[in-house]
């Protein structure tokens, strides 16, 4: 396994999005404003709920988000399917900062519940993400369970996120 940090600034996800932190053609988080959290404050590939790796990372949440002005107009609410390729974009992530090659792809989800939302006055999500199957062979893939709270709220809630790594060989 490649040695990388156990937490990330703004500046290493940005690093991870322009594809200089796992190299070319490997796990790569999207560009602002696609980009999900502004850092990861915990990561592991042996703890969690599980034992099978983790992830915590953090959003800052002002009014002035792109996602605001536009849903909805008089009623802003940042849109529930953000918060999950939050939860994707980290589940992706920890496969990559595990050493395994290859471009993330969401491959789907068991089961999503919206509890809760994130208007203008909320300050900051917390995305937990906890790992319930890895598999490291020719396919290589992480299951994950995850939740996101909205300043301690918890307002999401997944089962069975399932993230792959493709190469261009597969």
């Known amino acids: 396994m490649a040695e990388y940090p ?7 996800l940005l690093k991870c999005a322009r594809g200089e932190l796992f190299g070319p053609g490997n796990a790569q988080l999207p560009l602002p404003p696609m980009l999900m959290m502004d ?3 915990e990561i592991s590939a042996d703890g969690g709920a599980n034992g099978k790796g983790h992830v915590v990372a953090e959003f800052d949440i002002t009014p002035d988000l792109w996602f605001f002005e536009c849903h909805f107009p008089g009623n802003p609410i940042m849109p529930g399917c953000l918060g999950l390729d939050g939860l994707w974009q980290l589940t992706g992530f920890n496969l990559g900062w595990r050493g395994m090659l290859g471009r993330g792809m969401a491959l789907g989800v068991g089961e999503v519940k919206l509890k809760g939302m994130v208007k203008p006055d909320r300050k900051m999500l917390r995305y937990y993400v906890d790992f319930t199957k890895v598999i490291d062979r020719r396919l290589k893939m992480g299951v994950a369970d995850g939740r996101v709270e909205a300043d301690g709220e918890e307002i999401y809630l997944v089962k069975d996120m399932k993230v792959g790594l493709a190469t261009d060989a597969s």
């Open 6 to 12: 156990s937490s990330f600034d703004k500046e290493g």
């Open 39 to 41: 850092r990861i404050t």
